[in-house]
């Protein structure tokens, strides 16, 4: 399963938001019915998940994780406690937490992203950001590239 593009969005007061169509019918392709959110690990935006897709990135940690390691221990936590089982009302719409929220700068305007195998939430202001410098993007993709 692959996201691909950039769709924008509106919150209500509740914090709902529908969840693109293009992507609704991407995961409906996939039978994916459940999804969990959580907080980016790395950009202040919001990582959606679909439920398969969350039990392998899962997976991948706890097979890397020692359960002697408190590090390793704490990291696992950390990564999963952080997270929303979240489901798509009968019209599409996902409720976001409002910590999430908060987190990621959302006031009303949002940008949902595919990102590979999942799909990133971010506030429109910050969304507009990234794609400011197009040679950064280069610079970045030829230096992943070039040993390869």
Same mark, same amino acid.
């Given at each position: 399963?692959?996201? =691909?593009?950039? @769709?924008?969005?509106?919150?209500?007061?509740k914090g709902r938001v529908f969840v693109p169509s293009v992507f609704?019918? *991407? &995961?409906?392709?996939?039978?994916?019915?459940?999804?969990?959110?959580?907080?980016? %690990?790395?950009?202040?935006?919001? $990582? %959606?998940?679909? #439920? !398969?897709?969350?039990?392998?990135? $899962?997976?991948?940690? #706890?097979?890397? =994780?020692?359960?002697?390691?408190?590090?390793?221990?704490?990291?696992?936590?950390?990564? =999963?406690?952080?997270?929303?089982?979240?489901? &798509?009302? !009968?019209?599409?719409?996902?409720?976001?937490?409002?910590?999430?929220?908060?987190?990621?700068? *959302?006031?009303?305007?949002? #940008?949902?992203?595919?990102?590979?195998?999942? *799909?990133?939430?971010? !506030?429109?202001?910050?969304?507009?950001?990234?794609?400011?410098?197009?040679?950064?993007?280069? !610079?970045? @993709?030829?230096?992943?590239m070039k040993n390869q």
């Amino acid at each position: 399963m692959r996201f =691909t593009g950039s @769709i924008d969005a509106k919150t209500d007061e509740k914090g709902r938001v529908f969840v693109p169509s293009v992507f609704r019918k *991407i &995961l409906q392709k996939e039978g994916e019915e459940g999804f969990v959110l959580r907080r980016d %690990l790395f950009e202040p935006c919001l $990582v %959606l998940y679909p #439920r !398969s897709v969350w039990d392998a990135r $899962v997976d991948a940690i #706890r097979a890397r =994780t020692n359960p002697f390691d408190r590090q390793q221990q704490r990291g696992l936590r950390l990564f =999963t406690a952080d997270a929303e089982n979240i489901t &798509l009302d !009968s019209s599409g719409r996902m409720l976001i937490p409002r910590r999430f929220l908060e987190h990621a700068g *959302i006031k009303s305007d949002v #940008r949902f992203n595919g990102m590979d195998d999942v *799909i990133e939430i971010w !506030s429109k202001q910050a969304a507009e950001g990234l794609l400011d410098n197009p040679e950064e993007v280069a !610079s970045v @993709i030829e230096e992943m590239m070039k040993n390869q």
